[in-house]
């Protein structure tokens, strides 16, 4: 497997490229699983409703978008872009992946310390853990497989 | 009802946050780790804490951890299949689901 080795780098102005319909999309998606993670944990308890909590919820409306935005870029530059847009959208799969692993992290972390610490630091602690799991799991992937 | 609400507005601005700043972000696969953010639980855990109580949201958080583990399957299956066959995105996605449902209550089940 072999993706970029770009630096990591942030781009707000890609922000403005996004139209309108596609937040209010993502909004509602979010918004929805949310909700329905609440209905299903008040009707089937909280096992099955915790379930939820990780239900890839908006992940096919961005791959969907990163797919739109690789092949309208190569269209500018008279290419069609269909294989750069799989790779881009497996890429970001891969990272989800990668993302995943923290998730696991942030679930433990908040499973085994709620009862013995203040909620508000076991939530910052598992999002943070999350983070630096995640991050440390991308550097790994770029640093030892993707270079071999 | 209302808590319902709130839900969905407190779950839709996470969400979308989050999307947002995974957008903003260069490499894909860098930016792909925000597509597995912890922003559905980061949203609910709050209201369930102040409703239902610590043992609730600790059980909530114990089953997320096969949620996780379903999202990984997916996410792994999801870049393979792009990778390898001249696929669409959403098709692969939606279709993929599925998936996770299966692995996330079997997972469910024995983590449960």
Known sequence: ?148 | MAEILIRFLIGGAVVSGFAALGEMLRPKSFAGLFGAAPSVALATLGLTLARQGQLYAGSEAHSMIAGAAAFFVYAVCTSCVMRRFPARALPVTLGLLPLWFAVAFAVGRLVG
């Open chain 1, 1 to 148: 497997m072999r993706f970029d080795l770009k630096p990591v780098s942030a781009r707000p102005s890609a922000l403005a490229e996004t139209a309108w319909y596609e937040y209010a999309i993502r909004f509602v998606f979010g918004g929805l699983i949310t909700a329905a993670a609440g209905i299903i944990a008040k009707k089937y308890g909280p096992i099955t409703g915790g379930l939820f909590l990780a239900f890839p919820a908006i992940f096919p409306s961005g791959a969907t978008l990163i797919e739109k935005r690789e092949r309208e870029r190569k269209a500018r530059a008279g290419l069609t872009g269909v294989c750069r847009a799989r790779l881009a959208v497996a890429a970001d799969a891969a990272g989800a992946a990668m993302g995943c692993v923290g998730l696991i992290v942030f679930a433990t972390a908040v499973w085994r310390w709620l009862n013995e610490f203040p909620a508000p630091l076991v939530i910052a602690g598992a999002t943070l853990a999350w983070a630096m799991t995640s991050g440390m799991i991308w550097i790994a992937w770029k640093r030892h497989w993707v270079r071999h």
